[in-house]
T-cell receptor, first 111, second 114 residues
């Protein structure tokens, strides 16, 4: 099983749609979880951290299921500017600061 | 305005040549990282440093070298031993502490072979 696995997509959705991305991770000892967004040919940028109780930031909601080793990102009311690749990121070892990145899920929002 | 600066933005390497990629940060972060990204692939960790004068190999360190003489700077040298250097190189930094903190990235260097 790969360390961090994501559906590569692309997910094609119209503006205003709700879209959900899933991510699974292999190391049950993982402690920290993040979603990053990466625009074409640009650097990744932190979108949000993912907390055990789930958290929301505007149109974005992140959920964590430790029992199933599963993380999700929900985007409501999609905008054209949401078109990007969304990276699921996991810290596999709580004692160190290294992160493991998924390959990303591409989202294309059309008018 | 705090941030991470990578230079150059584009770099070309000749056969047998070593090249050095610069990464400077003014965020006062202790930890710094180098990643490589190939098309359609995830980021892979090359080297990281959690404190000045100390660094560790990541998953794909062969053919690369680093130094960390100053807190602000973490240059990466791509040596001639790296046979497939063409990629997008990203430098990142983070604050120290128990567990992982979010990493902040520079805008990258694209390296190609001539």
């Amino acid at each position: 099983r790969k360390e961090v696995e994501q559906d590569p997509g692309p997910f094609n959705v119209p503006e205003g749609a709700t879209v959900a991305f899933n991510c699974t991770y292999s190391n049950s000892a993982s402690q920290s979880f993040f979603w990053y967004r990466q625009d074409c040919r640009k650097e990744p940028k932190l979108l949000m951290s993912v907390y055990s109780s789930g958290n929301e930031d505007g149109r974005f909601t992140a959920q964590l299921n430790r029992a199933s080793q599963y993380i999700s990102l929900l985007i409501r009311d999609s905008k054209l500017s949401d078109s990007a690749t969304y990276l699921c990121v996991v810290n596999p070892n709580s004692g160190y600061s290294t992160l493991t990145f998924g390959k990303g899920t591409m989202l294309l929002v059309s008018p | 305005d705090g941030g991470i600066t990578q230079s150059p933005k584009y770099l070309f390497r000749k056969e047998g040549q070593n090249v050095t990629l610069s990464c400077e940060q003014n965020l006062n972060h202790d930890a710094m990282y180098w990643y490589r990204q190939d098309p359609g692939q995830g980021l892979r960790l090359i080297y990281y440093s959690q404190i000045v004068n100390d660094f560790q190999k990541g998953d794909i360190a062969e053919g690369y070298s680093v130094s960390r003489e100053k807190k602000e700077s973490f240059p990466l040298t791509v040596t001639s031993a790296q046979k497939n250097p063409t990629a997008f190189y990203l430098c990142a930094s983070s604050t120290p502490g128990q567990g992982a903190k979010p990493q902040h990235f520079g805008d990258g260097t694209r390296l190609s072979i001539l």
